[in-house]
């Protein structure tokens, strides 16, 4: 999973943990890795909706989480050859268990029309995560997905799925 971002993500997680480029890979991977689950994008939020990344084919949906816009993992190809995925490389050894399935990876998210800033991304391969991240709306199917750690930043790019 190289990220250009939010998916490899579940199979290369070694390949991930080593530098924060590798993170922001995994991220893409993630976001990649995520699919279907419904929500159509609205005119007030037009980043909500289904998204696969351009790169490596994941899936995440867009949804809003309070005032606020968040990401979870819908399918993968990681989850299509074990659906009871679990986050077993989370550094928080109590969320190991929990199911990659419906995992929230992009968290708090505020701002819009075209761009959405200050959330955070979790990539469950390497159970690494960004404090900063952004989705900038490129235009109505293209979606730019940016994670930093520390001052070095990735990004990819996601195509609409609906």
């Given at each position: 999973?190289?990220?250009?971002?939010?998916?490899?993500?579940?199979?290369?997680?070694?390949?991930?943990?080593?530098?924060?480029?590798?993170?922001?890979?995994?991220?893409?991977?993630?976001?990649?890795?995520?699919?279907?689950?419904?929500?159509?994008?609205?005119?007030?939020?037009?980043?909500?909706?289904?998204?696969?990344?351009?790169?490596?084919?994941?899936?995440?949906?867009?949804?809003?989480?309070?005032?606020?816009?968040?990401?979870?993992?819908?399918?993968?190809?990681?989850?299509?050859?074990?659906?009871?995925?679990?986050?077993?490389h989370n550094g928080?050894?109590?969320l190991r268990a929990?199911?990659?399935?419906?995992?929230?990876?992009?968290?708090?998210?505020?701002?819009?029309?075209?761009?959405?800033?200050?959330?955070?991304?979790?990539?469950?391969?390497?159970?690494?995560?960004?404090?900063?991240?952004?989705?900038?709306?490129?235009?109505?199917?293209?979606?730019?997905?940016?994670?930093?750690?520390?001052?070095?930043?990735?990004?990819?790019?996601?195509?609409?799925?609906?």
């Amino acid at each position: 999973m190289k990220f250009a971002f939010p998916v490899h993500v579940l199979s290369r997680a070694s390949a991930f943990v080593r530098s924060p480029r590798s993170l922001f890979v995994a991220m893409a991977g993630v976001a990649t890795f995520v699919a279907s689950a419904g929500a159509g994008a609205t005119a007030a939020d037009p980043v909500l909706g289904l998204w696969r990344s351009k790169d490596r084919g994941g899936t995440i949906e867009l949804h809003r989480c309070g005032g606020a816009i968040c990401g979870r993992i819908l399918d993968g190809a990681s989850l299509r050859a074990n659906p009871d995925l679990r986050d077993v490389h989370n550094g928080n050894r109590s969320l190991r268990a929990r199911a990659v399935k419906g995992l929230r990876v992009f968290d708090g998210f505020t701002g819009g029309p075209r761009q959405w800033k200050g959330g955070s991304l979790y990539d469950p391969e390497s159970g690494w995560g960004t404090k900063s991240g952004s989705l900038t709306l490129k235009d109505a199917n293209t979606l730019e997905v940016k994670g930093c750690v520390a001052f070095i930043c990735q990004s990819e790019i996601m195509l609409r799925i609906r």
